[in-house]
């Protein structure tokens, strides 16, 4: 740019292509800055409201929401997971309960057959001590029976062997006697 | 831009440091007139550009898990939103576009003026008192037109007591109409003062004995600017929340 022809173009810049003073404070130039700064800022204005701050308001909120479905989603998941376990929990307590449960009605049942096992061989032993006392006492009867006629037999034979004969019915009687005293 | 000229054969130091400030025509050497393209022309489409390309092409995708550019677009939305709702209350979130336009603007325009031999439009009050006046005249408006009256209660602190209330009146008042003043004046005299020092420095730099110190120089006035850059477009933006909010809750 030639220095002579910005020295005529304008009062603010000397001939040498140097500011004089402040160009901050040279009036010459202030429409052109005025309009230019204008003009930029309604364009700024209209990039901004019409695309730019929609759009990042938009991604905003669209993070914000995934961010709080995100949390919502994790919150139920532990819910879950919390639910699961007590679940499972229980299952276990049941299963543990139905256990004892189940033994003891085992323990029960053995001892009730064994209880009536225990009653039937009872009753069997004491059928069979009745009947082995039946038996022993009918043992016992026919052994006196026996006894008697062994001595009634011994005693004839005694009074035949001594020499004399007897009569049945008094050595019947006699033994009788003796037996009984 | 033959800005830093040294006059080599005589030794001796050349400052322009406020040449990088000069508005020029992009195309010929006419005159600047209203509607010329000049460099204040590229450097603003430059930084419509910028606001383009990060927060329509950056958010282009619109993933749930944002991409890098996606979410650098995401964060300078959720500072600005969550600044104008924290200072201006819910009712302040209808504004949220155009402040956020001013943000986006202002921290662009600066940091473009960070490339050497850039035009940093920022650095122009023409272009910061209209931003300024911009707001002022809204929030006066907007103060008006929701409160009525009521609005100029923002000047007559009640809970003071009566007997100084004028005197609080006049220092309120001035305050308020100093508001658009201070609110260029610092963006653009900040931007001003660091991108001046680093010409001075960068002057010095021909210098031999020197140039070690004003490189170092630079690199540190540099990194101070980057700072100013973010900072400056920061106070700007809740200034603005703040003026906003005197409009819509003027007494409190």
């Given at each position: ?38 003009v930029t ?12 701050l ?28 919390a ?30 057959e ?5 009653e ?23 052994a ?16 035949a ?21 | ?22 508005v020029?025509?992009?195309?010929g ?31 282009s ?69 209209v ?16 409160n ?31 508001r ?14 660091g ?16 140039s070690?110190l ?39």
């Open positions: 740019m030639a220095t002579e022809t910005q020295g005529l173009v304008s009062s603010c810049v000397g001939m040498d292509g140097s500011a004089i003073g402040m160009p901050q404070l040279c009036a010459d130039w202030f429409p052109n800055q005025i309009f230019w700064l204008v800022l309604v364009v700024i204005y209209l990039i901004l409201s019409r695309v730019a929609p759009r990042i308001a938009a991604v905003l909120a669209e993070r914000q929401g995934a961010i709080s479905n995100d949390i919502a989603a994790a919150e139920d998941l532990k819910k879950k997971a639910d699961a376990e007590k679940a499972y929990e229980k299952a276990l307590a049941d299963a543990r309960a139905e256990a004892q449960a189940i033994a003891q009605r085992t323990r029960d049942e053995i001892k009730a064994t209880a009536k096992a225990m039937a061989a009872d009753a069997q032993i004491a059928e069979k001590t009745a009947e082995s006392e039946k038996t022993i006492s009918d043992i016992r009867a026919s006196l029976e026996n006894v008697e006629a062994v001595a009634k037999d011994t005693a004839a034979a005694l009074v062997a001594l020499g004399q004969q007897a009569d049945q019915g008094k050595i019947d009687a006699a033994v009788d006697q003796r037996m009984k005293g | 831009m033959a800005t830093e000229e040294v006059t080599g054969e005589s030794g001796g130091l050349v400052f322009h440091p406020m040449d990088q400030f000069i020029e025509p992009l195309f050497t006419g005159s600047v007139g209203m509607f010329t393209i000049t460099n204040v022309t590229l450097w603003m489409a430059l930084a419509v550009l910028c606001i383009l390309a990060l927060m329509v092409l950056g958010t995708k619109r993933a749930v898990i944002p991409s890098r550019s996606q979410s650098v677009a995401e964060l300078a939305y959720g500072f600005i939103y969550k600044m104008v709702e924290d200072v201006t209350g819910k009712e302040g979130i209808k504004y949220f576009p155009y402040i956020f336009t001013l943000f986006l603007y202002i921290v662009f325009a600066n940091f473009l003026g960070l490339i050497p031999t850039a035009f940093t439009t920022t650095s122009h009050f023409a272009v910061t008192v931003l300024a006046l911009a707001v002022f005249l809204a929030v006066t408006i907007l103060g008006f037109v929701l009525g009256t009521k609005f100029l209660y923002l000047f007559w602190p009640t809970s003071a007591p009566l007997a100084i209330r004028p005197v609080l009146m006049i220092i309120e008042l001035i305050s308020y109409f100093v658009p003043v201070s609110h260029s004046i610092r963006l653009a005299g900040n931007l001003m003062a991108h001046a020092v680093i010409k001075v420095f960068a002057g010095f730099a021909a210098l031999v004995a020197v070690p004003a490189v170092l120089g630079i690199v540190a006035m540099y990194g101070l600017e980057i700072l100013v850059a973010f900072i400056q477009a920061y106070v700007f933006t809740i200034l603005t929340c703040v003026y906003l909010k005197d409009a819509l809750h003027p007494h409190h």
